[in-house]
């Protein structure tokens, strides 16, 4: 991989400007690669989120927290990485701009001890992909096609203590329970009748203060 490829104009201008492009192109020589060993196998497949950048034919980005089972990311092979997308809130903003570009980097956390791993790749959706099987209660799922990836230092991740897994994951059945926001009264009427029954057995609808009283108790 050469320089160019890697390094855009304005990162070279950067460097140069603090006198860092020597630092730089090592750091490229040592850690940047285009396909995925064992380490950073082994790392992914043990996370169970991750955060999704993305970015839209304007250029505008967006970055979403994306949450499932441990090995929620599948390594395919040493050059395609292959996730699910469950259901959200219908904004599709990930998808639609993987959709429309294809461009995303993909951020792999562990808070705990800390480190991490960041990989870019070319993005493509799937509604019929044999792996959605392999993850009950997706709807879509998503390849990646990498481009490159590498072992980011930790200096500056804050230590945080995992407490406890989202009780939203999909479980076997795909089943989940109802997301809170889903009873707030402003948005009965574009839910499916299936959605609105759970709401009337969950206890009715809410309203948006309330719904915000919850969220900040942790409740949401």
């Known amino acids: 991989m050469s320089d160019t490829e890697f390094y855009t104009a304005q990162q070279r201008s950067l460097q140069d400007q603090f006198d860092s492009r020597p630092l730089a192109d090592r750091l490229q020589m040592a850690i940047v690669v285009e396909e995925l060993d064992d380490q950073h196998t082994d790392f992914i497949t043990s996370r169970d989120y991750f955060y999704l950048a993305t970015v839209n ?12 089972g441990v090995g929620v990311v599948s390594v395919v092979d040493s050059t395609t990485l292959a996730f699910p997308i469950y259901d959200g809130n219908g904004m599709f903003l990930s998808a639609g701009n ?101 709401v009337a057995d969950e206890g009715g609808v809410i309203t948006d203060v309330e719904y915000a009283k919850k969220l900040r108790r942790g409740e949401s």
């Open 98 to 198: 993987m959709t429309d570009t294809g461009k995303i980097g993909l951020l792999f956390m562990d808070f705990e001890t800390p480190q991490r791993v960041r990989v870019q790749g070319e993005a493509s959706v799937h509604t019929d992909d044999e792996l959605l099987t392999e993850y009950p209660g997706a709807i879509l799922i998503c390849r990646v096609a990498v481009t490159t990836a590498f072992i980011n230092c930790a200096r500056y991740i804050h230590k945080h203590t995992r407490v406890e897994t989202s009780k939203y994951v999909p479980n076997e059945a795909g089943e989940q329970p109802l997301a809170t926001w889903k009873r707030i009264d402003g948005i009965q009427d574009v839910l499916d009748e299936s959605v609105q029954a759970q």
């Open 57 to 68: 034919a304007q250029g505008e980005p967006t970055v979403s927290y994306k949450g499932g």
